[in-house]
């Protein structure tokens, strides 16, 4: 990435998150574009599915996954409400089925968050989804966020390591990249050396997902990096398409041999609405 294209990244990246939201700017995501200097894996994710209703909770567990992270804002709810889409009722609930109740976490920019003040919003969509929410003083994918997840799960009656976790949202700069960070962190390297490391090594974070059938192979580079393209609601479109872009062409500069296939096997479909049902409208990221 040139100098000129990634000033203008960030420029763009920094008028989103004023433009589109009414949060305080997010300066651990404005940072994300000079780690890709350095380590461009950082933003890939594990596994792309349109929605959480594609995604096989059960068999998740089964591979040896304990405890899910998930995005609230376009990837549970519509941005900045607090009920759960209609759509992803079944599927919240199975999810919740599969990991039981406290081992599934809401992250969120908003809710729990500096700006909830007092916390009213975090109570708000605890009640509604039925999920405990993160309080965390710095915005994800902030290491101290990170951090904080750590604690909870580690605090939790069955403790949950790292590597035991999916981290499920619909934004690369900060779902994804907390995915990353979290495994890294898990091994050891903080963000200097994350920064100075070779992006493009072998083993690196897509590469180092295996399709294995054991569950000790499918989470020994957990956790497992989950990115939902689909919207329910239109907003930071601009910066949605380039986040997308810049997966694209990273992914296209990586040896094929250094690409291991997706963990499919976590992968459903979903079946057609019923006849006479009208869906909400939905976009594709």
């Not at 040896?255 to 997706?262: F, G, S, T, W, Y």
């Not at 006849?275 to 409208?281: A, F, H």
Request: proline fraction near 7%.
């Amino acid at each position: 990435m040139t100098a000129s294209g990634l000033n203008a990244f960030v420029t763009c990246h920094k008028v989103s998150y004023i433009s589109t939201t009414r949060m305080p700017l997010n300066l651990p995501g404005l940072l994300v574009p000079f780690q890709l200097l350095f380590n461009p894996r950082i933003i890939l994710p594990n596994l792309v599915v349109k929605d959480i209703r594609h995604l096989d909770f059960r068999a998740l567990k089964e591979a040896g996954y304990c405890g899910a992270v998930f995005d609230k804002d376009n990837c549970l709810t519509l941005p900045h409400k607090d009920e759960l889409v209609p759509e992803l009722r079944d599927a919240w609930d199975e999810c919740r089925d599969a990991f039981g109740e406290g081992n599934v976490l809401i992250v969120s920019n908003s809710a729990g968050s500096n700006s909830d003040t007092g916390g009213i919003q975090a109570e708000s969509v605890k009640r509604s989804l039925r999920a405990p929410v993160l309080f965390h003083s710095t915005p994800k994918p902030g290491y101290s966020c990170i951090k904080a997840i750590q604690r909870y799960f580690s605090s939790l009656r069955t403790p949950v390591r790292p590597e035991q976790l999916i981290v499920v949202g619909d934004r690369v700069f900060t779902d994804v990249v907390l995915a990353n960070r979290l495994r890294n962190l898990e091994r050891g390297s903080g963000l200097i050396y994350q920064c100075f490391r070779c992006g493009f090594e072998r083993g690196g974070t897509i590469g180092t997902e295996n399709d294995a059938t054991s569950s000790h192979k499918s989470i020994e580079n957990g956790p497992l990096a989950i990115w939902t393209t689909g919207v329910w609601k239109r907003e930071a479109t601009f910066m949605r398409w380039c986040e997308k872009k810049l997966v694209d062409i990273i992914q296209r500069r990586i040896p094929l041999d250094e690409i291991a296939p997706a963990p499919t096997r976590f992968i459903k479909e979903v079946p057609p609405p019923p006849v006479g049902t009208r869906p909400w409208k939905f976009w594709r990221g």
